[in-house]
């Protein structure tokens, strides 16, 4: 009875022991087990979405250029980082309740199926403690992810921040550079101020219309034929890149070294056969044959080479080619250093056939940014001169004769930049006049070569409304008196002051 | 070629970083709690 009563005891101690230590125990190692499972699990499926592990397939090919956006991989934290964890959510979603339900229904084919017997009783509760430890690790496995993916989300989003605060503080510092070294970029063929040059790829030639620092790159860029990097901003060395026009209908190649010097621009007036291509010819000779310590190279190819077409008529003294009526590209040079930082100089020689008439004289919109002007009058032009000539040489000039008179292309140019909204109080202008060798060959006294008698001189031929309208306008105005054919030591009349008054320009 | 392999394992290590750092806060609750 006593034996009896002890066994008893025992049992009940044993059983309430098992209930209240052991089992928790049991179920606690279970769900520890499943959500190491998980953790595993979770791990693995990450490994293939990153394409770490061997023998996985590669990841998708996230970041690569979409339509319309630029021919370049995107930056991991601009996409592809978020596609990344996009993905791995997805296959999570999909691939742990799979896990779950398959789990469950192993425990459940093994323990939990048969006839309803006291036997099977054991199975049943065995089968009951490993489902709610399945459910109880599944519980703790989720609240682990979830606390995991907004970490890996919040971090993400962290170094998003860093990337943005470092894109907007690199643009800022090469904006506040080419400021403060007051470097502008224009179009020498649309004439329009450009923000930043597009670059080509080196490599297989695609067009990047903004490098900067952004969703392509921070630094550099990768191209889209994933052979070349490119760097996102001329203070990281895009300026040896060939640089391109970034508007569509335009796309011209820019001068090379875009962006790293302060431009010069400069506009030749004039009417047509006023001598204007010939003088810019023989003033971009000079600036070549310059000496000291001045360094002259052409800014693009596409100069030297339309220089070298101008130069043979020069040297022939033919007439150089009539200028067509197309907008015309300016001739890039760089030029420098004398004392400061080099300049990139753009002269532009139109028609002369396009300032007589506004809505072509419109389309020069370079005057809108030019900041010094050369003003060619012919002297042929000027009635009192003409008069002069015996008529013999007037026959033989009248070929070369200027078409309009000066006042008239110069009230076109006047009426024209300020509807621009120029000020032309703020610009300089150089009134040249040409064919003094013509002169000297027709016995007519040339003035001499300082402003103040050329003024003079053309106060005297009757042109005192020009010479007032020129000097009431412009807010700096010198006169010169050239003439475009090489003399026996190379140099030509006048051009070498004309130069040095064209190089002391600057805005 | 995986392009964004450094950035991908950087990813890698975040996860593994984070989970061993929730792991610790909860173990770290838990032990509190039984105090």
């Known amino acids: ?507 | 070629v995986n392009r964004y392999r450094s950035w991908r394992i950087a990813f890698f290590v975040i996860a593994l970083g984070s989970a061993v750092v929730v792991l610790g806060a909860l173990l770290l609750l838990l032990a509190m709690s039984f105090r």
């Open chain 1, 1 to 507: 009875m006593f034996v009896t009563i002890v066994l008893q005891l025992v049992l009940a101690v044993g059983t309430v022991a098992l209930v209240i230590v052991l089992l928790p125990a049991v179920v606690g190692l279970c769900a520890l087990y499943h959500a190491g499972r998980w953790g595993r699990l979770y791990f693995q499926i990450l490994a293939q979405v990153l394409g770490l592990t061997a023998g996985t397939a590669q990841p998708p090919p996230t970041g690569q250029h979409r339509h319309g956006g630029e021919p370049a991989y995107r930056h991991y934290l601009f996409g592809p980082g978020r596609s990344d964890l996009s993905v791995l959510l997805s296959r999570l979603r999909t691939e742990l309740p799979a896990d779950f339900q398959a789990t469950s229904a192993r425990i459940w084919a093994v323990w939990m199926i048969g006839p309803l017997r006291v036997e099977a009783a054991v199975a049943r509760l065995i089968g009951l403690i490993f489902t709610y430890s399945l459910v109880l690790g599944t519980l703790i496995a989720g609240l682990v992810l979830v606390l995991v993916t907004v970490v890996q989300i919040v971090l993400g989003t962290v170094l998003l921040g860093v990337a943005f605060a470092v894109v907007f503080l690199l643009r800022a510092v090469d904006a506040g550079l080419l400021r403060v070294r007051r470097i502008r970029i224009s179009c020498p063929r649309c004439y329009r101020a450009i923000g930043y040059p597009a670059y080509r790829c080196p490599t297989c030639a695609a067009l990047h219309r903004d490098v900067r620092p952004g969703p392509y790159g921070v630094l550099r860029r990768r191209c889209r034929c994933d052979q070349q990097w490119l760097p996102t901003l001329l203070l990281l060395g895009s300026h040896r890149l060939t640089a391109w026009c970034p508007y569509p209908d335009c796309g011209v190649q820019l001068a090379d070294r875009s962006g790293t010097a302060t431009e010069t621009m400069v506009a030749v007036l004039g009417a047509s056969n006023a001598g204007k291509t010939r003088l810019l010819t023989v003033l971009m000779l000079a600036l070549l044959n310059r000496t000291g310590e001045t360094s002259v190279q052409f800014a693009d190819e596409l100069t030297g080479r339309r220089l070298r077409q101008l130069e043979p008529a020069l040297g022939a003294g033919e007439a150089t080619r009539r200028t067509l009526m197309e907008l015309p590209r300016a001739y890039s040079f760089y030029v420098g250093p004398e004392r400061g930082t080099r300049r990139l100089v753009h002269l532009f020689d139109p028609a002369g056939e396009r300032f007589y008439d506004s809505e072509r004289l419109e389309e020069l919109q370079y005057l809108r940014t030019v900041n010094s002007y050369l003003f060619v009058i012919d002297p042929l032009s000027l009635g009192q001169i003409w008069a002069e000539l015996e008529p013999s040489l007037r026959e033989r000039y009248d070929p070369l004769r200027a078409e309009r008179a000066p006042e008239f292309v110069f009230q076109q140019v006047l009426q024209n930049i300020e509807a621009m909204g120029v000020n032309p109080e703020q610009a300089r202008l150089a009134v040249v006049i040409s064919k003094a060798d013509l002169l000297t060959h027709a016995g007519i006294p040339t003035p001499p070569p300082d402003s103040a008698s050329i003024e003079r001189w053309l106060d005297d031929l009757g042109m005192d409304n020009l010479v007032r309208s020129v000097r009431h306008s412009f807010g700096e105005v010198c006169f010169f008196v050239t003439a475009a054919v090489s003399s026996d030591d190379g140099a030509a009349t006048g051009v070498a002051d004309l130069l040095g008054w064209v190089l002391a320009g600057r805005r």
